[in-house]
């Protein structure tokens, strides 16, 4: 008798250790997220004619390259961290003078052999943080290459994605990442 009273206290033990593992273990796997009331809207702007682009989140340098350098403003990309938060990476802002052009990347391999191919240079104050993967809300940011017009071209619109191949001559390179949606933090 007193061996199986042990027996169920010892079963009963074994049992709560094993919830309250599976409690730790779904815990530790829950998404942990940057705080959205910390994001700003990702403008882009674009010279059409000669299909450039450009992102940024200071309205200061969006009046400046829209006064200055003829852009004009077209949409807001999404929602993006100034300072790494929870769960995000940086996302390098590559630029090219001589091709006019700008392409943005979380791949550090990329950054790195951009610029050391001479003709992209990074822009520290335009980096951002973002999401690697379609977590916390997020939602994929687009990225579409035009070879003949060494254009970089992002947007997080599926319409805009498509018209993009379809329309003006832009290859599909997948997502670059993921951007909270616009308007989500007031
Ligand atoms: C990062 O970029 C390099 C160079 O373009 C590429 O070879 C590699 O596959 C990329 N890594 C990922 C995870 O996309």
């Given at each position: 008798?007193?061996?199986i009273?042990s027996?169920?206290?010892?079963?009963?033990?074994?049992?709560?250790?094993?919830a309250?593992?599976?409690l730790?273990t779904?815990?530790?796997?829950?998404?942990?997220c940057?705080?959205?009331?910390?994001?700003?809207?990702?403008?882009?702007?674009?010279?059409?004619?000669?299909f450039a682009?450009?992102?940024?989140?200071?309205?200061?340098w969006i009046s400046?390259?829209?006064?200055?350098?003829g852009?004009?403003?077209q949409?807001?990309?999404?929602m993006?961290?100034?300072?790494?938060?929870e769960?995000?990476?940086p996302?390098y802002?590559?630029?090219?003078?001589?091709?006019?052009d700008?392409?943005?990347?979380?791949?550090?391999?990329?950054?790195?052999?951009?610029?050391?191919?001479?003709?992209?240079?990074l822009r520290t104050?335009?980096?951002?943080?973002?999401?690697?993967t379609?977590?916390?809300?997020?939602i994929?940011?687009?990225?579409?290459?035009?070879?003949?017009k060494?254009?970089?071209?992002?947007?997080?619109s599926?319409?805009e994605?498509?018209?993009?191949?379809?329309?003006?001559g832009?290859?599909?390179?997948?997502?670059a990442?993921?951007?909270?949606p616009?308007?989500?933090?007031?």
């Open positions: 008798m007193k061996h009273l027996a169920i206290f010892l079963s009963i033990v074994v049992g709560l250790a094993a309250t593992n599976n730790h779904a815990g530790r796997s829950v998404q942990t940057g705080d959205p009331d910390d994001t700003l809207p990702w403008y882009r702007v674009s010279v059409p004619s000669k682009y450009a992102y940024g989140t200071d309205p200061s400046t390259v829209i006064l200055q350098d852009f004009v403003l949409t807001i990309l999404g993006v961290f100034l300072t790494q938060e769960s995000t990476v996302c802002f590559l630029s090219s003078d001589v091709l006019a700008n392409f943005v990347t979380i791949n550090a391999t990329e950054r790195d052999a951009a610029i050391a191919g001479g003709q992209y240079f104050d335009l980096q951002t943080y973002i999401y690697p379609e977590i916390c809300g997020s994929p940011m687009y990225r579409l290459y035009n070879s003949a060494t254009s970089n071209f992002f947007t997080t599926e319409s994605r498509l018209s993009a191949i379809s329309g003006s832009y290859a599909d390179l997948g997502i990442g993921y951007v909270l616009a308007g989500v933090a007031c």
